[in-house]
C-alpha cells in the first residue's frame, strides 16, 4: 500500500531541509559555514547545574521511572519562580506540570483539547509547533497577524465572529519567535478579557521571558486578573539556562487544561530522567547569576550583528528579546523570497540563516538570524556578507542563471 497516512498529508514539506541540505554538503566538501540557522545555544550548561545532574544521578533510586507531571521538588521551584519573578501564586499541585521541553507539552496539550475540525487563532508568522500541534490532533488554523497592536486584536475578534466552529483556542508567543515581538501587560489585558466573554482558551509560549535586552523584563500573561480561568503558560530552560539538549520545560495556569495534559501526558511518558529534574529544580532556586550572563552574551552578539547588517547596507530592526533577528530581504533580492536568498547567501557568503517562509507564508519576506555564533564568528560573518551584498549584481545573475539551468 502506498497511500500517505492521513496526518502526514497535512504536513508541508519541511520547509528548511533545502537549506540543511545545502549546509551539509558544503560541510562535507570541507566549506567553513557559520550557521546563524537553528535556534540551538552554543554556551555549556552552567557548572552548578551539571554537578547536581552528576550528582544525583549517581544515586540509583533515581535510575527509576520518573513522575510523568514533574517530581514535586521541581514543580514546587516552578512555582517560586513564578512568584519572584512576575507575582505570581501557582499551586505546584494542580496549575504547573514539568514537560519534555515547552515544545512537547504544546503539542501534547493541542491533542488533548482538540477534537478533529475545531478552529485554532495562530499567530502568523509563528514557531511551527504553534500551529501544526494543533494541525496535527485534526484541527484546523485561522491565522491572525503576530504583532501585539489593535490589528491582532481586530483579527482575533473577527476570528470569532466569522469562524464556525467558534475557536476553542488562541496561542501568543511573547517575546516572539522568530518576529522577537514583545507584548505588554495591557495588552494581554485586553485579550483576557475578550477571551474570558467569549469562552476561548489561550495558549501563551513564554519560552523567552528571561532573554531581554531594553526596558522592562516581558511579562507573564497569568499576571493579569481572571487570566488563569482561561490560560495555561509554557515556559522552558533552554535558553534561560543553556539547556536546549535537556528538554525541559513547564506548563502553569488553569487547572482544566493542566489537567488535561496531566491525563494524556500519563499514557505517553513517565517524565523526563529524575536526575535531570533534580538539576533543573536546583538551576531555578540556586543562584541567578548565570542568567544575566546568557543575556548579556547575547545582548553583545544583537549589537554586533546589528551594527554590523547596518554598515554592510543590510538595516534590520534590533531585537529587543529573544536570541533572534528577525531580518527583511535587502530591497535588490526580495523577488526571491526566502528560500532562495537563503540558499544564495549561503552559497555565495557561506553563511546560514533561516528561511522565513518556515514559520509561515507572511514570514518569506525575511529570514531568521541566530544568535547563535560568538562574536569572533559573528564579525566573519559581516564581512562575508558586506561582501556579497557588495557584489549583488554578480551574485543575482549567476544565481538566475543557475536556476534557469536547474529547469
Given at each position: 500500500?502506498?497511500?500517505?497516512?492521513?496526518?502526514?498529508?497535512?504536513?508541508?514539506?519541511?520547509?528548511?531541509?533545502?537549506?540543511?541540505?545545502?549546509?551539509?554538503?558544503?560541510?562535507?566538501?570541507?566549506?567553513?559555514?557559520?550557521?546563524?540557522?537553528?535556534?540551538?545555544?552554543?554556551?555549556?550548561?552552567?557548572?552548578?547545574?551539571?554537578?547536581?545532574?552528576?550528582?544525583?544521578?549517581?544515586?540509583?533510586?533515581?535510575?527509576?521511572?520518573?513522575?510523568?507531571?514533574?517530581?514535586?521538588?521541581?514543580?514546587?521551584?516552578?512555582?517560586?519562580?513564578?512568584?519572584?519573578?512576575?507575582?505570581?501564586?501557582?499551586?505546584?499541585?494542580?496549575?504547573?506540570?514539568?514537560?519534555?521541553?515547552?515544545?512537547?507539552?504544546?503539542?501534547?496539550?493541542?491533542?488533548?483539547?482538540?477534537?478533529?475540525?475545531?478552529?485554532?487563532?495562530?499567530?502568523?508568522?509563528?514557531?511551527?509547533?504553534?500551529?501544526?500541534?494543533?494541525?496535527?490532533?485534526?484541527?484546523?488554523?485561522?491565522?491572525?497577524?503576530?504583532?501585539?497592536?489593535?490589528?491582532?486584536?481586530?483579527?482575533?475578534?473577527?476570528?470569532?465572529?466569522?469562524?464556525?466552529?467558534?475557536?476553542?483556542?488562541?496561542?501568543?508567543?511573547?517575546?516572539?519567535?522568530?518576529?522577537?515581538?514583545?507584548?505588554?501587560?495591557?495588552?494581554?489585558?485586553?485579550?483576557?478579557?475578550?477571551?474570558?466573554?467569549?469562552?476561548?482558551?489561550?495558549?501563551?509560549?513564554?519560552?523567552?521571558?528571561?532573554?531581554?535586552?531594553?526596558?522592562?523584563?516581558?511579562?507573564?500573561?497569568?499576571?493579569?486578573?481572571?487570566?488563569?480561568?482561561?490560560?495555561?503558560?509554557?515556559?522552558?530552560?533552554?535558553?534561560?539556562?543553556?539547556?536546549?539538549?535537556?528538554?525541559?520545560?513547564?506548563?502553569?495556569?488553569?487547572?482544566?487544561?493542566?489537567?488535561?495534559?496531566?491525563?494524556?501526558?500519563?499514557?505517553?511518558?513517565?517524565?523526563?530522567?529524575?536526575?535531570?529534574?533534580?538539576?533543573?529544580?536546583?538551576?531555578?532556586?540556586?543562584?541567578?547569576?548565570?542568567?544575566?550572563?546568557?543575556?548579556?552574551?547575547?545582548?553583545?552578539?544583537?549589537?554586533?550583528?546589528?551594527?554590523?547588517?547596518?554598515?554592510?547596507?543590510w538595516p534590520v530592526p534590533s531585537p529587543a528579546a529573544t536570541m533572534f533577528a528577525w531580518a527583511p530581504i535587502p530591497?535588490?533580492?526580495?523577488?526571491?523570497?526566502?528560500?532562495?536568498?537563503?540558499?544564495?547567501?549561503?552559497?555565495?557568503?557561506?553563511?546560514?540563516?533561516?528561511?522565513g517562509l518556515g514559520f509561515g507564508e507572511h514570514g518569506d519576506a525575511f529570514v531568521r538570524i541566530g544568535l547563535v555564533?560568538?562574536?569572533?564568528?559573528?564579525?566573519?560573518?559581516?564581512?562575508?556578507?558586506?561582501?556579497?551584498?557588495?557584489?549583488?549584481?554578480?551574485?543575482?545573475?549567476?544565481?538566475?542563471?543557475?536556476?534557469?539551468?536547474?529547469?
Amino acid at each position: 500500500m502506498d497511500q500517505e497516512f492521513h496526518r502526514i498529508k497535512r504536513l508541508p514539506p519541511y520547509v528548511f531541509a533545502e537549506v540543511n541540505a545545502m549546509k551539509a554538503r558544503a560541510r562535507a566538501q570541507g566549506e567553513d559555514i557559520i550557521d546563524f540557522g537553528m535556534g540551538n545555544p552554543d554556551q555549556p550548561t552552567p557548572p552548578h547545574i551539571v554537578e547536581k545532574l552528576v550528582e544525583a544521578a549517581r544515586n540509583p533510586k533515581a535510575h527509576r521511572y520518573s513522575m510523568s507531571r514533574g517530581i514535586p521538588g521541581l514543580r514546587k521551584a516552578l512555582a517560586s519562580y513564578y512568584q519572584r519573578r512576575f507575582n505570581v501564586e501557582l499551586d505546584p499541585e494542580s496549575e504547573v506540570i514539568v514537560t519534555l521541553g515547552s515544545k512537547e507539552g504544546l503539542a501534547n496539550l493541542a491533542s488533548a483539547i482538540t477534537s478533529p475540525g475545531d478552529v485554532v487563532l495562530v499567530p502568523n508568522p509563528s514557531y511551527p509547533i504553534h500551529p501544526y500541534g494543533f494541525i496535527i490532533a485534526g484541527g484546523v488554523c485561522r491565522y491572525i497577524p503576530a504583532a501585539p497592536d489593535q490589528e491582532l486584536l481586530k483579527a482575533i475578534e473577527r476570528g470569532v465572529h466569522h469562524s464556525v466552529p467558534k475557536p476553542v483556542a488562541l496561542v501568543l508567543n511573547y517575546p516572539s519567535n522568530p518576529t522577537a515581538f514583545i507584548a505588554d501587560r495591557d495588552f494581554y489585558a485586553q485579550v483576557v478579557d475578550f477571551c474570558r466573554f467569549h469562552g476561548i482558551y489561550i495558549l501563551s509560549d513564554l519560552a523567552y521571558a528571561e532573554i531581554y535586552f531594553d526596558g522592562n523584563p516581558p511579562p507573564s500573561i497569568l499576571e493579569v486578573p481572571g487570566a488563569r480561568e482561561i490560560a495555561v503558560e509554557f515556559t522552558s530552560m533552554s535558553k534561560t539556562y543553556n539547556m536546549p539538549g535537556w528538554r525541559m520545560g513547564f506548563a502553569a495556569g488553569n487547572k482544566r487544561l493542566i489537567g488535561a495534559l496531566t491525563r494524556i501526558k500519563s499514557y505517553l511518558d513517565y517524565g523526563a530522567f529524575t536526575p535531570i529534574q533534580v538539576a533543573a529544580a536546583a538551576a531555578l532556586n540556586g543562584p541567578q547569576d548565570c542568567v544575566e550572563e546568557i543575556r548579556q552574551m547575547y545582548k553583545q552578539r544583537r549589537d554586533v550583528l546589528i551594527e554590523g547588517l547596518d554598515a554592510a547596507g543590510w538595516p534590520v530592526p534590533s531585537p529587543a528579546a529573544t536570541m533572534f533577528a528577525w531580518a527583511p530581504i535587502p530591497a535588490p533580492f526580495a523577488h526571491l523570497g526566502s528560500i532562495e536568498f537563503s540558499k544564495l547567501l549561503l552559497r555565495e557568503a557561506k553563511v546560514a540563516v533561516a528561511p522565513g517562509l518556515g514559520f509561515g507564508e507572511h514570514g518569506d519576506a525575511f529570514v531568521r538570524i541566530g544568535l547563535v555564533e560568538n562574536v569572533h564568528r559573528t564579525r566573519q560573518a559581516l564581512r562575508s556578507i558586506k561582501a556579497f551584498l557588495g557584489s549583488y549584481d554578480k551574485a543575482l545573475e549567476a544565481s538566475e542563471k543557475q536556476r534557469a539551468a536547474a529547469r
